[in-house]
Nanobody
Framework: QVHLVESGGGLVQAGGSLRLTCVAS?????????MGWFRQAPGKEREFVAA????????YYADSVKDRFTISRDNAKNTVYLQMNSLKPEDTAVYSC??????????????????WGQGTQVTVSS
């Protein structure tokens, strides 16, 4: 069982920045997990944002956030981060992290992940 807890959401003006944090707790080594960030806006489907391979740090981004968002991880702290810069009103959503024993090819698919956090709200005002 993996327990994921997100933090760092909030209200920010367009053009601003936020850093989201996801702390994972598990009795299993994290070297085999891919970690992902997804978001869901009201009335919309869950959308892939970014993913990182826990063992070698390979990253993958949605086109909508590429060059603005950066995913990173700290293996010693079992933590994954999402640095969000140049935020836009359309980035407003609940952001959730997820963990799964998957290959990066499947990292953009929500159904690939086994564990999910509760989410943290990000609101970007215009």
């Amino acid at each position: 069982q993996v327990h994921l807890v997100e933090s760092g959401g909030g209200l920010v003006q367009a053009g601003g920045s936020l850093r989201l944090t996801c702390v994972a707790s598990s009795g299993r080594a994290f070297g085999k997990y891919t970690m992902g960030w997804f978001r869901q806006a009201p009335g919309k489907e869950r959308e892939f944002v970014a993913a990182i391979n826990w063992s070698d740090g390979t990253t993958y981004y949605a086109d909508s956030v590429k060059d603005r968002f950066t995913i990173s991880r700290d293996n010693a702290k079992n933590t994954v981060y999402l640095q969000m810069n140049s935020l836009k009103p359309e980035d407003t959503a609940v952001y959730s992290c997820a963990a799964g024993s998957i290959i990066m090819y499947d990292a953009s698919r929500p159904g690939s992940y086994n564990y999910w956090g509760q989410g943290t709200q990000v609101t970007v005002s215009s």
